[in-house]
């Protein structure tokens, strides 16, 4: 299997994300989770999305992960490899968008890297070098209380700067404007003057057509799925993709099983979609504290699926408010109070799969990444789209039989997204 485009993902959602927009663009894509077995026959596809657990681990062991994962991916005959992170940069002034960024280009020979976090689609835009999300600066919108890595700076070059050892540029949206000419020669110039990394603007889908053009010439990018899209549709133009691209008949295959959904994200938009979904199915709320304190909770969370499941959806969610997330977070420590309730969640998710679930929905990056590990699932085909950015994924190899998931990232989906995700998983 030779692959025509890389990518290795800071989380699980963002994977799917990705693969999704891949996929909707014309490529043949498959998600794996880890660098897969050498036992782990995969399909043939344009593209291979490597989903590693690394935006929030210290970055020596992002890099040393995420270099891995390029080394594979060449290997197999990538040529380009996008470094996928979140449209809201998340990070620290740690890393790990910076150190990943750098490792990876200095793996592949040198060289400026173009970073843009710009999904439109997704309202994430980048206009001289700030983030908007949802028209808001980045630093005013809800990201700003995110429980792991608080965003309090809308300017990208300031937040790369302060996570890098070289110097980062910015070309800006004029420059873009003028095509992929004068955004190869700004990228030379800033190269030139000792630059490696620039932050690009992007407002509009040409805009990332354009980056991703540029981009697709060199040998690392770095990213959100907006600039996956730009590089897919390069990909086509260039005439290097043969299939015409569609989502793979075999992952839209029905399964039969029981259906859950399970949600550790502290997100606004999550918050809201467990308000919605109390309306039509039985939703238990767990104390996050009691989770933290011994394994009874996770017990009667068991008990109470186990007595509901079989007449139709449940949901289990560890979500809490801003407020109650600070607290604990006062009370046990950032890290282990998030890794706390993300093990508990993982284990809940296992429990329920060996009891039928084969029909899945996980909210929450961190969480999604807690189960999908738990549960020991090698890779995903790529199904049709649930909301943007979130598609319905088809386990393969899994040692539980076949299952569907959606894996959503905390702000994506409307307010009935756990509903409408459970209507497609057939």
């Not at 407002?203 to 959100?224: K, P, W, Y």
């Not at 993709?241 to 839209?252: H, R």
């Not at 009935?416 to 057939?426: E, K, N, T, W």
């Amino acid at each position: 299997m030779a692959i025509l485009l890389g990518s290795i993902a800071d989380d699980y959602t963002g994977a799917s994300d990705l693969a999704n927009t891949l996929t909707k663009n014309g490529l043949r894509t498959v998600q794996t989770v880890g660098i897969p077995d050498p036992s782990l026959a995969l399909p043939d596809v344009d593209a291979v999305v490597v989903s590693l657990k690394i935006r929030s681990v210290p970055a020596s062991d992002a890099v040393t992960a995420a270099t891995s994962a390029q080394r594979w991916l060449r290997q197999r005959g990538a040529s380009h490899v996008l470094y996928k992170i979140c449209s809201t940069f998340d990070s620290t002034d740690a890393g790990n968008i910076g150190p990943v960024t750098k490792a990876l280009s200095d793996a592949a020979g040198g060289g400026i890297v173009l970073v843009t976090p710009a999904f439109p689609e997704t309202g994430r835009t980048v206009y001289l070098g700030h983030l908007f999300v949802g028209g808001q600066p980045l630093n005013e919108s809800p990201l700003k209380d995110h429980p792991l890595n608080p965003m309090h700076d809308a300017n990208l070059v300031r937040v790369l700067t302060r996570q890098s050892h070289g110097a980062v540029g910015l070309i800006d949206l004029t420059a873009i404007a003028a095509g992929p000419g004068v955004v190869k020669a700004r990228l030379e110039a800033l190269s030139a003057a000792g630059v490696t990394a620039a932050v690009a603007d992007a407002i509009f889908e040409r805009d990332l057509e354009t980056l991703g053009e540029i981009a697709l010439e060199t040998a690392v990018s770095t990213g959100a799925s907006g600039l996956g899209l730009g590089l897919a549709r390069a990909l086509v133009r260039s005439g290097r993709i043969s299939s015409g691209g569609a989502a793979p008949t075999d992952a839209i295959r029905p399964v039969g099983g029981l259906s859950a959904i399970v949600a550790g994200s502290c997100s606004k938009a999550t918050l809201r979609q467990l308000e919605v979904a109390e309306r039509s199915m039985p939703v238990l709320r767990l104390d996050p504290e009691r989770l933290l304190a011994g394994p009874d909770e996770i017990a009667a969370a068991i008990s109470w699926a186990g007595d509901r499941i079989a007449a139709g959806p449940v949901v289990i969610a560890a979500s809490a408010a801003p407020e109650t997330v600070t607290r604990l977070q006062s009370l046990y420590g950032r890290e282990a109070s998030g890794q706390a309730i993300e093990t508990a969640i993982s284990i809940i998710t296992a429990e329920l799969v060996a009891r039928g679930v084969r029909r899945l929905v996980v909210a929450g990056g961190e969480t999604s990444g807690a189960a999908v590990d738990r549960l020991a699932i090698p890779a995903f085909l790529i199904g049709p789209e649930i909301a943007a950015g979130v598609p319905v994924l088809r386990t393969v190899g899994n040692a539980q039989g076949d299952m569907l998931l959606a894996l959503k990232s905390g702000n994506f989906g409307g307010e009935d997204f756990f509903a409408a995700a459970l209507a497609m998983m057939h």
